[in-house]
T-cell receptor
């Protein structure tokens, strides 16, 4: 199993551009989530999904969209990039449709918005 | 909203010494999870505590969940250079699906 994979590893965007961060898992996990990590602020939940077709907002959802058309994939879309979205983005998954289990994290995407 | 605070933010430890990092939630948690993130890496799950007052050990690491399920601690004995990294606690509110992470304790080990 590849586990949780994320692409790209690095990305530079200009203000106003849009892009999609990809996340995929091959463990048949039901719960998937996106976090952003900024220095000194830990990880903050952007969006999460408890299964295909179901998504919900986390604590910092503004400026981001998600969809979950399959169990395996959970892409994160930046609608109009802003410098405040410069961060490291982690995707995570867990076997059950709840956050109360071990989270498996992907390697992360380092995004810079200029 | 729910807040999870960790102290200290930074911990400089002499190799061989012990230290403790603390995690405090503003709300009751259904469980507490601990993760370790090495510099440049991603968070890796260490352990989960579920019961009030629960204590679990992993070699030199001892984890404790408070009686009120609002706080937790991680104690590391005889610190080694391999312990370098940031330790995060995280917990969902009771019956919640949003996992809230603390800000982390960054551990630096002096050889």
């Amino acid at each position: 199993n590849a586990g949780v994979t994320q692409t790209p590893k690095f990305q530079v965007l200009k203000t106003g551009q849009s892009m999609t961060l990809q996340c995929a898992q091959d463990m048949n996990h039901e719960y998937m989530s996106w976090y952003r990590q900024d220095p000194g602020m830990g990880l903050r939940l952007i969006h999460y999904s408890v299964g295909a077709g179901i998504t919900d907002q986390g604590e910092v959802p503004n400026g981001y969209n998600v969809s979950r058309s399959t169990t395996e994939d959970f892409p994160l879309r930046l609608l109009s990039a802003a410098p405040s979205q410069t961060s490291v983005y982690f995707c995570a998954s867990t076997p059950r449709p709840t956050s109360s289990y071990e989270q498996y994290f992907g390697p992360g995407t380092r995004l810079t918005v200029t | 909203g729910q807040q999870v605070m960790q102290i200290p933010q930074y911990q400089h430890v002499q190799e061989g010494e012990d230290f403790t990092t603390y995690c405090n939630s503003s709300t009751t948690l259904s469980n507490i999870q601990w993760y370790k993130q090495r510099p440049g890496g991603h968070p890796v799950f260490l352990i989960q505590l579920v019961k009030s007052g629960e204590v679990k050990k992993q070699k030199r690491l001892t984890f404790q969940f408070g009686e009120a399920k609002k706080n937790s601690s991680l104690h590391i004995t005889a610190t080694q250079t391999t312990d370098v990294g940031t330790y995060f606690c995280a917990g969902p509110k009771a019956a919640g699906n949003k996992l809230t992470f603390g800000g982390g304790t960054r551990v630096l080990v002096k050889p």
